[in-house]
């Protein structure tokens, strides 16, 4: 269960790191592989998939 | 400034393009989680208890299914037919819904469990493109079930380790069959959600002093392990003679293997070796487990017709027949209830004092000749206490 | 079926190819591919099967990102020019030996892990700095890491091929640790020995004045502290694993990391650090993000069946030959997709004429790292280039790979054609 919780943490951690470079990002491509790739990291946080 | 305008613009559109998605898949994921797939008890059902009842360690989880009970009036042996083991494998759970919703015991005592696995009904397979849902056409309209998976759903159990090592046996398995049911018994109390099931599970066969525990599945045609029995040696001599009788009577063929005995977690193997109980598994052809499988959709799930698998056929890859007829789930349905009716008649023959009689299931022809929703029925016209939720 | 099928896939490969022609990024090449396929294939834009698609290989990037910001904290806190220093003072005159030690420090972390990623990243650069100091160019050492990772990853206990495959085929991932385990180490000791043949022992003094000088206050327990809380944490889940709690690859490296920061002689911006992890590894996380859109939709559309099925009616000799060019590319375009796309069908082809299922796997499983160096993803060979800072076009390290390419072909062919005969390999 903690392990569980510590995982969500990191989950969580890892998408805001993904939202930051995000909104630094000045390159078009780059940004839209960054939001692809924060769906999955999201959406297990939300605990919806 | 311009510049910066536009790039904030962009990122916008991206985001909200993003969102959109995430919405969309979003909701269907948290939809099929909580579906309600109504259960109208049976006039058999005497009993309905949960898995807790047996392991108070599964309580409040997601796995804490329910056992349903029916009893007959006089005494005699007890049977468990487990379902949803893999729900991905449909015809396991639909064949343990009929017994719930229509048998009759004079004799005896059936315990079913229709979502063994209750968390791996919830998620559907990564990269396996299912559908999340399917309905099955019934006279009095559609009802729906949840698709499911092999493994259990990550929100209840997560992480995996990098690799899975077997309790008791210490074998090595794929980390990602730590949550499938099947690889997990006879499980421990203080392991992961899905080892506590197999526990839970092994609690209730000792306690109700279950004669026979029936592990029902579905596999690919390409999977030598199809269209069988698969018995612990404890279950060699019924499930020999369960095949012959099939054979002969139900219209079906069905063989018969042996469970090997380096092979761990199966319940086939396990069940057998920590419990009294006779320990066997059904398998049936799904050709929608098949890795050669075409358009992965509703129709392939219900109806089993696939041109590659039918390719595959025709050049030997197959264990089990494939033509453009295709192995709709009326037949799959069909084999699990004859082929569970013929073990415990068989086993009632032999065992007059632990005998099981009962009445009202339908065997293959008749499951063929009218259809699997045909014996499932209507929770709209059934008393409120008489249906549960799985 | 065939033909509609057939359709789609050519509309897959169509648009992949225009949109390498408008110069879009191999990540979202792949993401279009995988949205026309849905689009030809009747499904619209399925948002339920490219979200869940992009979960698939979800877990394996949080092993990736953890793992590389392990490596990156340790980096910044100056170990990594301490053990280089360290390891060339030791053994720069022993080419053997040092030729060794370095097969069995590039094997053993993706060996555990299973990923051969986390072997460049954890000591591939390192390493690849020792091997520059020895006078063997950049390109040759990128592929000599690069080939190591691969067959590190396909090394046991964890070879997620064979894992998956056998998960696939519900058999047991029983049997291997041999099986994988000899040919592996074979070819990677013939790897580094034949690409560092013409290697001299280092060159001490220049070498030492070129390399950063490590922190003050660094040591070897330092050093040897995270990655023995890393290494003790893989072992203890094995030596207990019914009393050890489940930690995942991922809060190992978190804490090996914690570890790290915490024994650190320099001060480290973890925030930083962190951003610029996940900036680094954009890429790989994208690239494996994307293939599991494209693994998902292929699977909707039955454009992975097509491709499952053409493969396994193919003449038997057709079949095995063809797995020294079919493996490597499907693991370019599918990475470890490939596993259960073709993997499953052919180990159960190989099962019904008779061949020894686990054997013919651990062949299988050596051959498919390989396909990490081809584009279009290309993903641990674009890493290793990156990792180990070679400026030569990537076609050179391509070229020193094809010797020990052709090696582990040759091996992996021959497993599968003897499985019968070295099944006793398995110990079942």
Known sequence: ?49 | MAYVKLTTLRKIVFSLAGVALMLFAGISFYRIRHLKEPVVLGQGVTQVKKLSDYFKGIKGTINDSYVYMLEGEEAGGTVLVIGGTHPEEPAARLAAWIFTENALLEQGKLLVILSANRSATTVTRLGGAYPPDYTIETPWGGQKFRMGDRWSNPLDQWPDPEVYIHYPSRQELAYIDIRNLNRTWPGRPNGTLTEKTCFAIIQLIKEENVDIAIDLHEAELQYPVISTIVAHQNGQDLAAMASMMISGMEGFDIGMENSPEALHGLSHREIGDHTDAISLLLEAPEPMLDATRGRTDRALLLEGKDEFIVKAGKHGLLFEKMDENGWPIDKRVGRHCSTILQIIELWSEEHQEKALIIKNVPRYKEIIAKGTGAFLHNPATAASNRIKYE | MFTSTQIILAVMVAVYIVAKVFKISTELSLFLAAISGALAGGAGIPARHIVEGAFTYLDICLIFITATLFMNLFKESGGVAFVIRGILTKFYRHKSILFILITFLLLLPGALTGAGSVTVLITGGMIAVVLNYMGIPKPKTAAIIFILAGLSAAAPPVSLWAMLTAAGVNMPYVGFFLPLLIPCILLALLTIFILGWKAKPANLEKALQELPASPRGMNWLKIILPFSVFFFLVVAGRIWPFSFPILGLPLMFIISATVTIIISPAKLNILKISRETVEQLLPLIGTLTCVGILVQIMTLTGVRGLIAITVVTLPLTAVILSMSVVLPVSEAVLMWGAAPVLGVPLVLLFNTIGLNPIIALAGMSIIWPLGDALPPTAIIGRLTKDTIGMKEPYSQMLKYCIIPAILIIIAGICMVLFSKELSFLTML
């Open chain 1, 1 to 49: 269960m903690i392990i569980s919780i510590l995982y969500y943490l990191l989950t969580g951690y890892i998408a805001l790191l993904i939202i930051w470079n995000l909104v630094k990002s000045k390159k078009w491509q780059e940004e839209i592989l960054y939001i692809i790739i924060l769906m999955p990291f999201l959406l297990r946080l939300f605990r919806l998939k």
